[in-house]
């Protein structure tokens, strides 16, 4: 395989674990969610959605690190 090819490669694998990511951090921020917040939420039930909507987004971005890391450590050896 020429290096033309390896390179092209290596771009579509890491445009499908991009892909792949997206999609998962979307579902982790989407499952989260349970309820509209409307004008006519009460107080506790906006809490609540607040709550667990925050604890999404620190899957989320717990999973975004882990993957900016494991991507971080395979460049580092490709190079």
Same mark, same amino acid.
């Given at each position: ?15 499908? =674990? ?41 899957? =989320?971005?717990? =999973?975004? =690190? ?14």
């Amino acid at each position: 395989m020429s290096e033309l090819d390896h390179d092209l490669q290596a771009q579509i694998e890491k445009q499908a =674990a991009m892909t792949g990511l997206v999609a998962r951090i979307d579902e982790l921020i989407e499952s989260h969610r349970t309820q509209p917040l409307l004008s006519t939420t009460g107080m506790p039930g906006a809490i609540g959605e607040l709550a667990r909507r925050n604890e999404g987004l620190d899957q =989320a971005v717990r =999973a975004l =690190a882990r993957a900016v890391e494991k991507l971080a450590a395979t460049d580092r050896v490709d190079v």
